[in-house]
């Protein structure tokens, strides 16, 4: 019955207008989603293709993205939330920490599962080592490395709702909110949106991801690398 | 063939536990019927570890007036707890007038101290009775840094009117509660802006508080904070936030002796003795037993 209540909230127009409306919490929730994916993106991408291109560190990889993804967020939210008081700040840090593993593995092994071969031919022909990360590598990796922006996003748009833990600001207000007033309708209502947001940007991901493996890795191409090795 | 074995096997172990379960079960439940009886006084407290320092009191001070006094604490919720007292299992019970109140008359409106306490005389239950109400009291409470009130000369809730942009903060559910905004406005005039901050008046909030990020957080009355010293209760004169004194529920076992012991508790237990007790137990760990007799010592009982 809730679940029926629930789409009933959603489908309200009075829910929707205003400051606290739930197309201005959907705007507030995919802007801190954009923005903790690029302040994840800004440190785990360069960081990844780094070890990836030199293998150095690439053992340190394993154990850190491991380690990291344990991390409980919302304990990590109440110590930043300590450190940096409320607001925007340590929801956001936090969710940068929760996606900074998917982008690292995803940068890393793109880049590591590149054909050595190749970029020792780029090489070969007077490449710089930047050239070949840029020209050579990154194209190749580019379909696993989205893969892992896919993942990093999922999470944190998922995870997002934290933001109002100590802000009001984001979709989680209607957890918070329908959670403790027992306003369940509400409560699940914010969550079902918050799972559609997730699906649309994981289906829209997907299919960015599928265009560049298309023409990244043409069939041809694919063959001729897959008779060599095997 | 193996697999009949393994059904037995489970259906046996099931057994086993279940008659477990059942012999931990019925210990549990003889033992308070073996020892009740004669002068025994039965001193209950809720699974709240204030609420039992509280009870220890009770117990230790009805002891050195020569009571013989059987302890069963920890025993849960309101839920759990009133219908024991109300059969007669339990003979001294620490409660909270405000929440009492609203357990035993869910329609009530009083929320002012004395009230509280005139109603809930009326609304005690056949054959129970509240004694005295404390000066401790353990219910939501406006509280601000010692500097902003010292800067704003803010004494009651309703000081706050005269002071531009401030904000509250506390859980969600405290911006549509009948305390929260809206009842600022409608019974002190007082308009604030809110901001969520999820940990029920945790070390978030307070550090909110503290950092100035809000001026005004919702903290229960008997929280060992309080007793850092920079932090300030703002008074309630109008009652918007439901008064909640520690009252002691008692049953008929209870004479006009043991009914004047506890009274003599009740009187001396201040709203600061409290949290300084709380304190106690909060930060040094010590045990129920130990907080509540030191404290009896001090009180010259």
Known sequence: ?230 | MARQRTALFALAITGALTLAACGNGTDGNNEPDGQAGGETLVVGSQDYYSNEIIAEIYAQALEEAGYTVERDFRIGQREVYMPEIEAGNIDVFPEYTGNLLQYLDPETTETTEDGVYAALQEAMPEGLRVLDQSDASDQDSFVVTKAFADEHSLESIGDLADVEGVTLGGNSELETRPYGPQGLESVYGVSVDFTPIEDSGGPLTLKALRDGDVEVVNIYTADPVLAEGDLVRLEDPEGLLLASHVVPVVSERVDDEAAEVINEVSDALSAEDLVALNAKSVNEEAPAATIASDWLAEQDF
């Open chain 1, 1 to 230: 019955m809730n679940l029926v209540e629930a789409f009933r909230w959603i489908a309200d127009p009075g829910n929707w207008g205003g400051t606290s409306g739930i197309a201005a919490r959907i705007v507030e929730h995919l802007w801190v989603t954009f923005l903790s994916l690029l302040a994840a993106a800004a440190v785990a991408l360069p960081v990844g293709v780094l070890i990836g291109h030199t293998g150095r560190g690439a053992g340190v990889i394993g154990a850190f993205t491991g380690a990291f993804r344990a991390i409980p967020t919302l304990g990590l939210l109440t110590l930043f939330g300590l450190l940096l008081g409320i607001g925007l700040a340590a929801p956001m840090l936090a969710l940068v920490i929760l996606a900074i593993p998917s982008l690292l593995a995803g940068a890393y092994s793109g880049i590591h599962s590149v054909d050595p071969t190749i970029a020792g031919a780029a090489r070969a022909i007077g490449m710089s080592p930047a050239q070949v990360i840029t020209r050579v590598e990154l194209p190749l990796a580019l379909p696993v490395l989205i893969g892992g922006i896919r993942a990093a996003t999922l999470q944190i748009v998922a995870t997002a709702t934290l933001a109002a833990y100590t802000a009001d600001y984001g979709l989680g207000r209607y957890l918070f909110a329908g959670l403790k007033t027992r306003d369940y309708p509400q409560m699940i209502g914010g969550a079902i949106i918050v799972i559609a947001l997730a699906l649309i940007l994981e289906l829209l991901l997907a299919a960015v991801q599928r265009t560049i493996d298309q023409r990244v890795t043409r069939p041809s191409t694919r063959e001729k690398l897959g008779s060599r090795h095997g």
